[in-house]
Each structure stands twice: as structure tokens, then as C-alpha cells.
């Protein structure tokens, strides 16, 4: 398996993942958001 160049690294950054559920975080949400608004929401 090929690894993926360097420039295709940066331009596919791995999205923020919800530690509670794992659901991924809409990049556009803040970026201090460190919780899906699932979870955000229950607290
Ligand atoms: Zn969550």
C-alpha cells in the first residue's frame, strides 16, 4: 500500500473526532468545539 504524499496529507486533515461518541466534528463548527453537538447538548 502506498503512502500518501505529503501535499495530499495536508489537504485531507483527519476531521476532529467526539471523544464521547466518536462522531466526527463538523469542521466548520468552532474551533474550540472539542464535542460533536450531540453530546455538547446532553451536558
Ligand atoms: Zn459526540
Redesign the pocket.
Known sequence: MQTKKPMEFFRNLPPKQ?P????HIDEQAESYVV??T??SSKQ
Do not use: A, S, V
Open positions: 467526539c464521547d461518541c466518536g462522531h464535542k460533536c450531540e453530546c
